[in-house]
């Protein structure tokens, strides 16, 4: 099963799942703004991705700008900063098991299908 970590308000998150959708692929779609993760789940998906946390910190977000940007976080900081503010977390991120990327550009998709 297919999953797509998705914010219907982001375009390029909208593009993923239009991606997806052309394929004929109908994706599990996670809404994680309003589905928050485990800090389990979250380092999960983290590990599929293979990246660290700070790797997937969207840094044009405001609330990076305001309370993180002159910040040194542990790993373990990371996370829990996503969790409280998820929308932190660069998307779209599309997951196939094992695998996951994040989905910029679209295209990416393809390397874990």
Same mark, same amino acid.
């Given at each position: 099963m297919i999953e797509i970590l998705h914010n219907p308000r982001c375009s390029k998150s909208r593009a993923g799942l239009k991606y997806l959708e052309d394929k004929g692929i109908v994706p599990e779609i996670i809404n994680y703004l309003d589905e928050p993760f485990t800090p389990d789940e979250l380092t999960e998906i983290l590990e599929k991705l293979g990246m660290r946390p700070l790797d997937?910190?969207?840094k044009g977000e405001e609330v990076y700008k305001t309370e993180f940007a002159d910040k040194e976080l542990s790993d373990e900081e990371w996370v829990l900063a996503m969790l409280e503010y998820p929308k932190l977390i660069e998307r779209p991120i599309v997951i196939n098991g094992?695998? *996951?990327?994040? *989905?910029?550009p679209t295209e990416l998709i393809d390397t874990i299908l």
């Open positions: 997937v910190i969207r094992d695998k *996951a990327v994040i *989905a910029r």
